[in-house]
């Protein structure tokens, strides 16, 4: 692992200080290996291992005891956490962890679609957390990552001990997420495909109607400026975040028949949900899903609008979101001993 300072456009090997800079705060740098085992298409067992790339912000705060770390899922799926980096600086004096997900960024890309599932992201993660020695952490996921960072947790959650009487209680090994934030992430994939295609299906017939003809570009940027990213351009952490985009594992198509389960069992952590005010994805995927989902299971749920946001207010409104996060984690920061 290394020390370097975070670039827009740069590898961590390659600086150039006449790129803009996304972040000034010094970041760790280092890689994982993460098993496979699967059938590929011809049938045959295939076993190996990939290279996982990480990053730790603030590494010297990993085992702070007031500020604990904060973990960071993208979305995409198969967009690297590039597009996340703002949360850097608007969540002060805390370490941040973020890493790409295999098959995108400067983690390795296996060309097998057989070697990705949402429950070998769930098993990377494991392994994340083990290597980096996290006991105690808070979760922050994105779009899509929210079905990662969920049954992470179900996981954990069903795993949780139970009482002679047969009632679930906390489960205290570590690592231990003491509460979680998912923001812009919908419950159930089908439905959220659903949406985005009649969006789409809907622009480019006012686009037919109205200039003669389809431009994918143009269908493109309307999406963006409308319900994905709000800014008068398209920031530089998004453009990076796109030119490392993934090849094969991507999008929702490769979970299209996702729904979030409740668990069987056990205590999931606090929740705080985050949808932007003109987000594509509904307040009924958002807020009632997820509600609905951990109901049963956790007591402590939230529910924020981020007003003027979209699907992006890291890029979009960083101090709204940071004021919320911030706010969020410090009271579960205070509840640990």
């Not at 996340?84 to 004096?93: E, K, S, T, W």
């Not at 209680?169 to 495909?193: N, Q």
């Not at 981020?306 to 996060?325: A, F, I, Q, V, Y």
Request: hydrophobic fraction near 35%.
């Amino acid at each position: 692992m290394k020390s370097t300072y975070l670039h827009s456009t740069s590898l961590p090997h390659c600086r150039d200080a006449s790129m803009p800079q996304i972040t000034s705060v010094p970041c760790r740098d280092g890689y994982i290996q993460v098993p496979r085992s699967y059938r590929n298409s011809s049938g045959k067992e295939v076993t190996s291992k990939y290279s996982l790339s990480y990053r730790v912000f603030r590494p010297n705060a990993i085992l702070s005891k007031t500020h604990y770390p904060m973990i960071v899922i993208h979305g995409g799926l198969g967009l690297p956490c590039d597009y996340l980096l703002p949360i850097v600086d608007i969540m002060p004096y805390r370490c941040i962890i973020m890493y790409d997900q295999l098959g995108c960024g400067r983690s390795e890309s296996p060309s097998d679609i057989h070697a990705y599932s949402i429950e070998n992201s769930v098993q990377d993660l494991k392994k994340l957390l083990e290597e980096l020695k996290v006991d105690r952490f808070h979760l922050f996921a994105h779009s899509a990552g929210t079905c990662i960072a969920y049954e992470y947790l179900k996981n954990k959650c069903e795993s949780s001990r139970q009482s002679s009487h047969g009632v679930s209680l906390p489960v205290l090994e570590v690592p231990m997420c003491l509460s979680t934030v998912f923001s812009s992430g919908s419950y159930h994939i089908k439905l959220a495909r659903e949406l985005t295609s009649v969006m789409e299906k809907n622009i480019k017939h006012d686009m037919l109607l109205e200039q003669g003809n389809v431009d994918p570009s143009q269908v493109a940027e309307i999406i963006r400026t409308r319900c994905m990213c709000r800014t008068p351009s398209t920031p530089i952490q998004l453009k990076t975040a796109y030119s490392k985009a993934g090849k094969v594992w991507k999008g929702l198509d490769v979970i299209k028949d996702y729904v979030a389960e409740s668990p069987l069992s056990g205590v999931l952590p606090p929740l705080l949900l985050l949808r932007g005010e003109f987000d594509f994805i509904t307040s009924e995927l958002v807020f009632q899903g997820w509600s609905n989902v951990f109901c049963g299971h956790q007591a402590d749920i939230e529910w924020v609008t981020l007003k003027g946001c979209s699907h992006m207010p890291m890029l979009e409104d960083p101090t709204l979101l940071g004021r919320e996060l911030d706010a969020f984690y410090r009271k579960y920061d205070a509840t640990t001993g």
